[in-house]
């Protein structure tokens, strides 16, 4: 059985300065104890009393599951790259914590596009997508280089 591509768009269409904006995500004291938990067992992770006598002064995510929230919200409503997001590097930043209570959206913008010369039947496009709580405030930048196929016309 073929499940259709609900994602539509290719290398083709494209520009820089195209700007995508996510669903929300709404992350609690669950989320963020269940995540380290299991991935990033850091007592500022995982204890409210632990957490306040560090930099973070309280509970905090782990900067990779702020990552993870980011990439749920890409491949669920952010970029609608035909054939999935695939990535070919990126660079991070956590100018602040995400903190319980907080509700995420991803903002991207192209910033870049580079046509394969080797492979003709795709690109690498340059992206960054800019986490934000409710507050306006950045948690996460990533910039990251994207595999994106041409159109198989």
């Known amino acids: 059985m073929t499940i ?5 768009l290719h ?9 995508f904006r996510s669903g929300e995500h709404a992350i609690d004291v669950a989320q963020i104890k269940a995540f380290a938990g299991q991935f990033d067992p850091q007592p500022f992770h995982l204890d409210e009393e632990a957490a306040r006598l560090t930099l973070f002064d309280g509970l905090a995510a782990s900067g990779w599951h ?3 929230i ?3 919200l890409l491949v669920t409503s952010g970029l609608p790259l035909s054939g999935g997001l695939i990535g070919a590097g990126v660079e991070i930043h956590w ?6 209570g907080d509700v995420l959206h991803v903002d991207s913008t192209v910033l870049g596009i580079v046509p394969s010369r080797s492979r ?3 690109g ?5 997508s800019v986490t934000r709580n409710q507050r306006d405030e950045v948690v996460q930048r990533l910039v990251s280089k994207m595999v994106v196929m041409r159109r198989g016309d």
């Open 4 to 8: 259709p591509d609900p994602v539509t």
């Open 11 to 19: 290398l083709e269409d494209l520009a820089v300065g195209d700007h």
């Open 66 to 68: 702020t990552a993870a």
């Open 70 to 72: 980011t990439m749920r």
């Open 95 to 100: 100018p602040q914590p995400t903190r319980p």
């Open 120 to 122: 003709p039947d795709r």
């Open 124 to 128: 690498i496009v340059t992206v960054e």
